[in-house]
């Protein structure tokens, strides 16, 4: 069974940073491309970066030079992390495992992320 948990939100003032984490079981890792998403409240779900298996890295212009994510394939886990956060970027992240070998895609529970103004 493919299980995704992100853990790692909070509330946190603007200007300030926040480091979420995926860990992703029940599924090679190494090999499938991982995605970090938000849907604030009233709008649709949204990428906010794309890691590919190699670690190659896409962002939404919106957190472009704030946020970095990265990957851990001996750890299986993803990480994004968050730097001057604005309230904008208050959200509930998801990250998503794209698995190449079914096209499947696999979502973990969601972590929300509060930035106060």
């Known amino acids: 069974q493919v299980q995704l948990v992100e853990s790692g939100g909070g509330l946190v003032q603007a200007g300030g940073s926040l480091r979420l984490s995926c860990a992703a079981s029940?599924?090679?890792?190494?090999?499938?491309?991982m995605g970090w998403y938000r849907q604030a409240p009233g709008k649709q779900r949204e990428l906010v970066a794309a890691?590919?298996?190699?670690?190659?890295?896409n962002y939404a212009a919106s957190v472009k030079g704030r946020f970095t994510s990265s990957r851990d394939n001996a750890k299986n886990t993803v990480y994004l992390q968050m730097n001057s956060l604005k309230p904008e970027d208050t959200a509930v992240y998801y990250c998503k495992l794209h698995s190449r070998n079914t096209g499947t895609d696999y979502w973990g529970q969601g972590t929300q992320v509060t930035v106060s103004s």
């Open positions: 890691v590919a298996s190699g670690g190659n890295t």
């Open positions: 029940g599924i090679s890792f190494s090999s499938n491309a």
